[in-house]
Each structure stands twice: as structure tokens, then as C-alpha cells.
């Protein structure tokens, strides 16, 4: 493996373990978790493209990623709205 790629992999890495640590810290501002969970699964999503994996583009990560968002969103309107039995 190329040494430049090796310390990218390393440096990818590093970022992943830095925004699991603060995602693990009991991040209390929703936009704040919602931008480290996106820049957890960029960095993720890197790491598979410099290992030569097939990975998704940016603009397919983006859209999977909010269509993920739109179906949880909806999950928790029917557990949370009028429909709910105890």
C-alpha cells in the first residue's frame, strides 16, 4: 500500500474515532448530532472509497442518507401522533 494512501486511511481513521467520542458524549443540540452523524458516515464512506471499495458518490450518499432521515422521521410521527395506543 502507498505510503500517502496508508496516512489518509490513518487520518481517516483518527477523524471516525474523534466524532464516534463526541457523538458518545451525550451531544444535547439536534443540529450538532445531526452533523456529526453526517460527517460520520462521509468519513466512513471515504475510508471504503480509499480502500478501493465501491463507494457511493457524495451526491448518492446525501440522497440515501436523507431518505433514511425522511423514513425514521416518519416512524416517529406514528409513534408519537394521535394514532398511538397504550
Known amino acids: 500500500m ?5 496516512r489518509q486511511l490513518a487520518n481517516l481513521e483518527v477523524a471516525e474515532m474523534a466524532l464516534r467520542q463526541n457523538l458518545h458524549g451525550h451531544v444535547q443540540d439536534a ?9 460520520l458516515a462521509h468519513v466512513r464512506e471515504a475510508f471504503l472509497s480509499e480502500e478501493g471499495a465501491n463507494a457511493r458518490s457524495v451526491n ?22 394521535p394514532l398511538r395506543r397504550s
Open 31 to 39: 443540529t450538532t448530532r445531526a452533523h456529526l452523524e453526517r460527517a
Open 2 to 6: 502507498d505510503a500517502q494512501i496508508h
Open 60 to 81: 448518492q450518499l446525501v440522497r440515501e442518507l436523507t431518505g433514511m432521515e425522511r423514513f425514521f422521521e416518519s416512524l416517529q410521527t406514528r409513534t408519537d401522533g
